[in-house]
């Protein structure tokens, strides 16, 4: 296979992704209407395997004892280098090509938005293009479950600010509630994002607490648009499940009351 096909190859497929990054970057086009991520990963992946190849043949070509250019190695290397940054920012082991968007911890009575799905949408229009990538509206069980942890009801909202905060993610509404048997329901929704993504979503958590110190609380995240997500509302709420976990544990007064409770 001739080397400079391979180079010309991988040359293409890593102006493709700057061209696509830089739509979404620049709001050109809005990612939930326009499969940008579709094309993304296939020129990634192709991209992975052009450098494969033509490493391999530069390889072959040096032990033939035939010249190989400088650049031609640094183009196969950022070629790879970009496989790498995806893995950082998001995660191989993210993708998910399920048809859903919306996702919930508990589906039998599943968070609710103050917006319905429609309402919600970036683009309300189905494309004339693009239609045939769009998939019906339902509710999908999320991989994790609803959280139980050892905290009131104004103890975690505390923490969801915090790692809220944390995380650079806007608290779009917040409301709450007192049912008869002294309940409190609260429930935030959250506009979230991954760092490195443009992309956003919307994410609602919903906090029931008793007069026992515990809470139970369950996370949906829901994408603004018709297309399947590959994963990314999954992402976002295994992102805000780790973070709770890791703030409640790490709280000073989960510390005393565990040490309190292995004293007595």
């Excluded at 096909?5 to 709001?27: D, N, P, R």
């Excluded at 993504?197 to 996370?219: A, M, W, Y």
């Excluded at 297309?227 to 409640?248: P, Q, S, Y």
Aim: with cysteine.
């Amino acid at each position: 296979m001739n080397l400079k096909i391979i180079e010309a190859f991988c040359a293409l497929m890593l102006g493709l992704q700057v061209m696509f990054f830089l739509l979404v970057q620049f709001q050109i086009t809005d990612p939930w209407s326009f499969p940008a991520l579709v094309f993304f990963v296939i020129s990634l992946i192709l991209c992975a395997v052009g450098a494969i190849l033509g490493i391999g043949l530069c390889i072959m070509r040096k032990l033939q004892q035939h010249a190989v250019r400088s650049d031609t190695i640094v183009l196969f290397f950022m070629c790879l280098s970009t496989v790498g940054f995806f893995q950082f920012v998001y995660g191989w082991q993210s993708l998910d090509l399920t048809a859903g968007n919306d996702y919930s911890t508990d589906i039998t009575n599943p968070p609710q938005y103050q917006l319905s799905k429609y309402q919600r949408l970036k683009v309300k229009e189905v494309s004339p293009v693009w239609g045939f990538m769009d998939i019906p509206p339902k509710i999908l069980k999320s991989d994790t479950d609803s959280l139980v942890l050892p905290k009131s009801c104004v103890e975690l909202k505390i923490i969801i600010n915090q790692v809220t905060n944390k995380l650079d993610w806007i608290v779009s509404r917040r409301s709450s509630s007192v049912t008869t048997d002294k309940n409190f329901d609260e429930t935030y929704e959250l506009i979230v994002g991954a760092a490195g993504v443009h992309q956003r979503t919307n994410l609602v958590v919903r906090v029931v607490s008793n007069n026992d110190g515990s809470s139970v609380v369950d996370l949906r995240s829901s994408s603004p648009g018709r297309r399947r997500d590959f994963g990314f509302n999954e992402l976002m709420i295994r992102t805000l499940v780790d973070e709770l976990e890791k703030a409640v544990t790490n709280d000073p007064r989960t510390i005393r009351s565990l040490g309190t409770r292995s004293q007595s």
